[in-house]
């Protein structure tokens, strides 16, 4: 399997979610992983929330520690994190590195967050479009 890493600050809310839609319409032979380089206590609850509002439950997914081992493992690594934080971003190192300046949600209203996730839905698929269209290569 080929890999994907989603990284963000917490690994709470937008790495899960892209994860989460990534693995729901991955081409075949991906997965999707996601990981934060200081992770919380627990998925955050309005992440839950809005996922499964798509069909997707989070809510057993556990925030993972941003490791070498899993960066090693991984093709392409999507930075999520922007914005406001954007200074706390981790440094990701994979054969493709991509960022995609997302706002964290999780101090949002739930509508506001739900924009976050569906802007975060698109850019999975226009991702996975891209890597269908080109056998696998961004």
């Known amino acids: ?22 693995n729901r319409y991955a081409p075949q032979g991906w997965i999707a992983l996601s990981a934060g380089l200081t992770p919380a206590e627990k998925v955050h609850p309005n992440a839950v929330k809005l996922m499964l509002e798509e069909g997707i439950d989070i809510s057993r997914k556990k925030p993972q520690l941003l490791t070498r081992e899993l960066q090693e493992k991984a093709e392409v690594a999507i930075i999520v994190c922007g914005g406001e934080n954007g200074s706390m971003c981790p ?33 999975v698929l226009g991702l996975i479009r891209r ?7 961004l």
């Open 131 to 137: 890597l269908t269209a080109n056998n696998g290569k």
């Open 1 to 22: 399997m080929r890999i994907i890493l989603f990284i963000c600050v917490e690994n709470s809310f937008r790495s899960q979610i892209a994860e989460a839609y990534f």
């Open 91 to 123: 440094v990701a190192y994979s054969k493709h590195v991509e960022q995609w300046n997302v706002p964290d949600p999780a101090k949002m209203d739930l509508e506001k967050a739900r924009e976050i996730r569906n802007t975060i839905k698109e850019k």
